[in-house]
């Protein structure tokens, strides 16, 4: 059974420091790995896919990276804005299905 | 936006009671996949269905069914609620089915019901 483990479970910082969010997985077939982000009470926006045969992807402030064979993966997002505020969220996919971690709630104080 | 829509935004119900979920897919994406999101948890895959037939299930017990229609939409039915059941309900689409499938998934908005 895949498990999804996302360290640390919140986190504050000031306005303009880069955050790095952490999710390791046990089982590393996987077929892809994508970050999702998700307001207070509402539903999830993706941010990142990646495939099992990348190594990292990057949109605009945001860089993830997968290391499938250790299970891992590492969401950088570059000068955080207030506006980044949210619980983000990691899911890898395995036979037809996607498996989460609990997520991680950032706070980017002003 | 995702082009993916859910319905009713919130919902209460007593247990014992039965409920329907709905959910409308983007068009031309033969997938659709239930998740339950407990508060504080991420969401557990509930079942996937692919062009009208279940594509796959998690460990949900089967008072939780589903069914999905030609025309891109879907509904979650729940039958004899109990208070564990209160959840937040995401449906996400995708293009594929094949259970290698490395399409994005696409998310609605989600059905918030408390069972009292």
């Known amino acids: 059974k895949q498990e999804v483990t996302q360290i640390p479970a919140a986190l504050s910082v000031p306005e303009g420091e880069n955050l790095v969010l952490n999710c390791s997985f046990t089982?590393?077939?996987?077929?892809?790995l994508q970050w999702f982000r998700q307001d207070p009470g509402k539903g999830l926006t993706s941010l990142l896919l990646i495939q099992s045969s990348q190594r990292e992807q990057t949109s605009g402030r945001l860089n993830a990276s997968l290391d499938k064979s250790s299970g891992r993966s590492t969401l950088y997002i570059a000068a955080s804005q207030p506006g980044d505020s949210a619980t983000y969220l990691c899911a890898v996919s395995n036979d037809y299905k996607l498996s989460f971690g609990a997520g991680t709630t950032v706070t980017v104080r002003a | 936006e995702t082009g993916v829509t859910q319905s009713p935004t919130h919902l209460i119900k007593t247990r014992g009671q039965q409920v329907t979920l709905r959910c409308s897919s983007q068009?031309?994406?033969?997938?659709v996949s239930w998740y339950q999101q407990a508060l504080g948890q991420g969401p557990q895959f509930i079942f996937q269905?692919?062009?009208?037939?279940?594509?796959g299930r998690g460990n949900f017990p089967p008072r939780f069914s589903g069914l999905q229609f030609p025309n891109y939409s879907s509904e979650l039915n729940v039958n004899a609620l109990e208070l564990d059941d209160s959840a937040l309900y995401l449906c996400?689409?995708?293009?594929?089915?094949?259970?290698?499938?490395?399409?994005?998934?696409?998310f609605g908005p989600g059905t918030r019901l408390t069972v009292l």
């Open positions: 089982d590393s077939a996987i077929y892809n």
């Open positions: 068009s031309g994406h033969n997938t």
């Open positions: 996400a689409s995708s293009l594929g089915g094949r259970r290698e499938s490395t399409d994005t998934q696409y």
């Open positions: 269905y692919y062009r009208e037939e279940e594509n």
